[in-house]
Nanobody, 121 residues
Framework: QVQLVESGGGLVEPGGSLRLSCAGS????????MGWYRQAPGKQHELVAD???????VYHEDVKGRFTISRDNAKNTVYLQMNSLRPEDTAVYYC???????????????WGEGTQVTVSS
């Protein structure tokens, strides 16, 4: 079964940094787009960064210049480097990806279960 698993979340002080990882596993044929989303308490789910296999990467305006998305296709992994973290960045961060699984002829959107990021003194 195809899965996406996030790691790297935790507690960090304002101004600090974290690097999130999301690794795909299972019977994967190919991965196209990969991205990061987040949801803070009382707020709507929102895009953080999105990275297609080719073309332009998209960032939420609030994180542009502070966060960087990257990927290692050989490892089926997407990363989110988060610098200059602010309390308002506190949220559960989810990765997702458009993946073709073994035995399928179409891309399906898979989601990870999330990793908590807390920015506080």
């Amino acid at each position: 079964q195809v899965q996406l698993v996030e790691s790297g979340g935790g507690l960090v002080e304002p101004g600090g940094s974290l690097r999130l990882s999301c690794a795909g596993s299972g019977s994967i044929v190919s991965i196209n787009r990969m991205g990061w989303y987040r949801q803070a308490p009382g707020k709507q789910h929102e895009l953080v960064a999105d990275m297609p296999s080719a073309g332009r990467t998209v960032y939420h305006e609030d994180v542009k210049g502070r966060f960087t998305i990257s990927r290692d296709n050989a490892k089926n992994t997407v990363y989110l480097q988060m610098n200059s973290l602010r309390p308002e960045d506190t949220a559960v961060y989810y990765c997702n990806a458009d993946i073709v699984a073994v035995g399928s002829s179409y891309e399906y959107l898979y989601w990870g279960e999330g990793t908590q990021v807390t920015v506080s003194s």
